[in-house]
C-alpha cells in the first residue's frame, strides 16, 4: 500500500519560515493536499491541489510538489500556526494521510 | 454556510454495530457527490474510512472494507456510516466530511470537515 511520510515534528521561531515536508513514491505525480488540525479542532482544509490555497488561508501558506516530495511553507510563522499538519493523497481508490507533523513555534 | 453535524451512541460494545449519521445542514448534499468518513484514535492521526456517492458508488479503507457500509439518505439530507464487529480499536473520534472530487483531472479531498463525534467501545 501507498505511504506518505512525514518529519513528527518541526520547530520553528516566531516570524521565521517554517517547511513541512511529506514524502511519497513518485508523489509529484499526484496532487497533494494539506490539513491543519488546532488543538481541540477538526482538521481544516490549508491547501488543495499542491499549490492553491482555500479561501481564507493567509498568502503566508505555500506549497509546492516535485519528485517524491510535497512541501507545506510558512513562512512568517505565528503562534496561532502550531497545530498538527497532515498531507494527503490518493492512490489505489483510496485516500492516504501522512502521520502527521506537529509544528511548534517557540 | 456548510455544517455538518454527526451524532450516533457514543458507546458502543464489543461486537456490536458501530452506527453514526452525518446531517448536512445549509446545503443541500445533492450538490456534492462524495460524501465520507474519517477517523481519528485519540492521540493519532488521521485514518480515512471511505466515502459514499449520491448514486451509492463506495470507496472504502481496504483494512475495514469487509465490516463498512455506507449510505446516503437525500430526502433526509443525510449520510451514514455502519461499522460492524468492533472492537476497542475502533475506539475513536469519527469525522463526517464532504469530498471534493473530479475525474479530469483527478483529484480527490476533504474541505468540510464537521466536530466530530467521539465513539468508545467498551463492555
Request: aromatic letters at 22%.
Given at each position: 500500500s501507498y505511504e506518505l511520510s512525514q518529519p513528527p515534528s518541526v520547530s520553528v521561531s516566531p516570524g521565521?519560515?517554517?517547511?513541512i515536508t511529506c514524502s511519497g513514491d513518485k508523489l509529484g505525480n499526484k496532487y497533494v493536499f494539506w490539513y491543519q488540525q488546532r488543538p481541540g479542532q477538526s482538521p481544516a482544509l490549508v491547501m488543495y491541489q499542491d499549490n492553491k490555497r482555500p479561501s481564507g488561508i493567509p498568502q503566508r501558506f505555500s506549497g509546492s510538489n516535485?519528485?517524491?516530495?510535497?512541501t507545506l511553507m510558512i513562512t512568517e510563522t505565528q503562534v496561532m500556526d502550531e497545530a498538527h499538519y497532515y498531507c494527503q493523497a490518493w492512490d489505489s481508490s483510496t485516500v492516504v494521510f501522512g502521520g502527521g507533523t506537529d509544528l511548534a513555534v517557540l | 454556510q456548510v455544517h455538518l453535524q454527526e451524532s450516533g451512541p457514543g458507546l458502543v460494545k464489543p461486537s456490536e454495530t458501530l452506527s453514526l449519521t452525518c446531517t448536512v445542514a445549509g446545503y443541500s448534499i445533492t450538490t456534492f457527490y462524495y460524501w465520507g468518513w474519517i477517523r481519528q484514535s485519540p492521540g493519532k492521526g488521521l485514518e480515512w474510512i471511505g466515502?459514499?456517492?449520491?448514486s451509492g458508488i463506495t470507496y472504502y479503507t481496504p483494512s475495514l472494507k469487509s465490516r463498512v457500509t455506507m449510505s446516503v439518505d437525500t430526502s433526509k439530507n443525510q449520510f451514514s456510516l455502519r461499522l460492524t464487529s468492533v472492537t476497542a480499536a475502533d475506539t475513536a473520534l469519527y469525522y463526517c466530511v464532504r469530498v471534493v472530487s473530479s475525474a479530469s483531472?483527478?483529484?480527490?479531498?476533504?474541505d468540510v470537515w464537521g466536530r466530530g463525534t467521539t465513539v468508545t467501545v467498551s463492555s
Open positions: 521565521q519560515t517554517a517547511s516535485s519528485g517524491n516530495t510535497a | 466515502s459514499v456517492s449520491l483531472p483527478f483529484y480527490y479531498y476533504m
